[in-house]
């Protein structure tokens, strides 16, 4: 029942506010189940309800990992992974992005390369990691085509679909301003593909990522990927879960980044700009 | 000075392999200055011709002549509106009135200066830096004919520009129109549905047929100007829409 009015005073609503603090509190909640998840993890490994050789623990992970910094090669690793990761994801997404539009050129030409578009898609990328390690060798270039074969078909057809959502009125309403082709492509069809690929980006990061790791899990000297692979080996389980820490952190701050990224490319989309 | 003229177009498809027509041996004389509409049931050929006139489409046969000059298949002779407003979303007003200005490679700084005082001017002061889904319907209309306006040719083709609009702000829009087509003595071709707004805004009236549209009639409309609301009750005006009314009439009952 919302409140009777008293004194005819008046009640001015703000909504915003009621954001803010939906807002802040669900901020505190978020810390506050990491905390308790870090925490039981600790104690229960701690107690021995959960066998500290397969789970490790958050201590011994934190402890482990420092040394990997400090005496080991963990942070070479970290940037020999990302790196891959984000120039695959960059060379793929602006590859594809590119190979999307130029179907907008050409109805001919886009009707005989949609059936290879579709079928390129659908072949198991990661399948051909261990040909593709042969053909680029087992440094840098072969985890960077992967991530760059992971991402490319994504952001092509992601574009594809843009192109066909281009509205023939605009086209048409432009033409006759006196356009040229050229104009169209600028003013109408760049802008509408836009949130067609950024709808993709955090897709495609993560995919990046995924195709790089299986490039260092196939053959690498370097890398979180091989890091993981060789502690696995030797049964270092501990070092696994360094390694798998590590990569989720790196895939949530490249999640944030192409977040950052989306924000920027959509700017000046709303009205309330 | 210009000076429309409409010879003898013909527009066909195939459809099943069957030639279709979809206009008729249209033949036109707009003079410089004429608010000039056209009405029709629709699939009267109407937006076909309205094709033709900007040069988007080929007719079958026929031309047309701007000042004497062979434009036929030429885009970019004439201003041409459609009933959608088609404003781009991820543009604000301003930069969506000087498209046509940028694409023929005005600056944009330029193009700008001289859009701010036509939008204030006519009705859209204080919403050139919003974006078009921020206004109602008749404002994004007046946006997407101040644009027309601002590629600045002498004549205008205006394809329903009211038709999606409500009773009262269509009224509203159409004075607003008749003082823009007053202020830059433009060429007005203009294709309605509505009886009473092509009496109310014309000069002349082209009625079509259904299909194959062709021109059944042109009726010459005498009323005085500046007209208003008072317009509306005038004998002539009664007239006049009585005879549009059995003539349209007429159409409806021949092609059932």
Known sequence: MPEKLKNKEMIIEDPSVAQTKLRRRAFVGQILVGVIIVFFWEFLTRIGWLDSYYWSSPSTIVRIGWTAITQGTLLQDLAYTSGSTILGFILGTAGGYVLGLSFWWSALYSRIFEPYMIAFNAIPKLALAPVLVIMFGIGFDSKVILAFLMTIIVAAIAAHSGVQNVDPDLEKMLISLGAKRRHVFMKVVIPTTIPWIVSILKINISLALAGTIVGEFISSRQGIGRMILYAGQVLNIDLVWVGVMVLSILSVVMYLGTAWLEHVLMKGRTSKS | MSELKIVNCSKYYKKNGEPMCALEEAD???ENGRFVSIIGPSGCGKSTLFNIVAGLIRPSSGEVLLDGE?????????????QKDLLLPWRSILDNVIIGLEIRGVPKKKAREQALP??????LGGFEYDHPDALSGGMRQRAGLIRTLLYDKDVILLDE???ALDAQTRMQMQNWL???WNDFKKTILFVTHDIDEAIYLSDEIYVFTQRPGKIKAK??????????????????????KRELLLMLGEERASSE
């Open chain 2, 28 to 30: 036109m004389h707009v």
């Open chain 2, 70 to 82: 062979d434009i036929t298949c030429e885009s970019g002779h004439v201003g041409y509106m459609l």
């Open chain 2, 118 to 123: 036509m939008l204030k001017n006519y009705g």
């Open chain 2, 161 to 163: 520009p009211f038709g």
């Open chain 2, 178 to 180: 008749l003082q823009i």
């Open chain 2, 219 to 240: 009726i010459e409309v005498e009323l005085p100007r500046p007209r208003s609301e008072k317009t509306l009750m005038d004998d002539q005006f009664l007239t006049l």
